[in-house]
Nanobody
Framework: QVQLVESGGGLVQPGGSLRLSCEAS????????IGWLRQAPGKEREGVSCISYNGDNTYYSDSVKGRFTISRDNAKNTVYLQMNSLNPEDTAVYYC????????????????WGQGTQVTVSS
């Protein structure tokens, strides 16, 4: 079974930075696109970013574009989300996920999820 584990969340002040990691087990990431999604209290999950299987294509939501950077190191079976210039609106549980395919789509239905990592931005 595919297993995804997120890490790197925490409490930061506005304007600060965090780097989230998503490590896979049970399979290698070589063939799979990985998306980052988040869910804030009282809100639906929203897509944040996605990276294709080989890193050639990336996607960012309008709310994070220019502040977040997604990358991957398939040799380490890990995808990263570098988050800069954080603001309180970024507070959420962040999840990594895959639909089992190699490419990113705005309407992807994700079959595999991690447990999530909490990001809190507050002064």
């Amino acid at each position: 079974q595919v297993q995804l584990v997120e890490s790197g969340g925490g409490l930061v002040q506005p304007g600060g930075s965090l780097r989230l990691s998503c490590e896979a087990s049970g399979y290698t990431l070589d063939y799979y696109a990985i998306g980052w999604l988040r869910q804030a209290p009282g809100k639906e999950r929203e897509g944040v970013s996605c990276i294709s299987y080989n890193g050639d294509n990336t996607y960012y939501s309008d709310s994070v574009k220019g502040r977040f950077t997604i990358s991957r190191d398939n040799a380490k079976n890990t995808v990263y989300l570098q988050m800069n210039s954080l603001n309180p609106e970024d507070t959420a549980v962040y999840y990594c996920a895959t639909d089992g395919g190699p490419y990113c789509y705005s309407d992807s239905v994700y079959d595999y999820w991690g447990q999530g990592t909490q990001v809190t931005v507050s002064s």
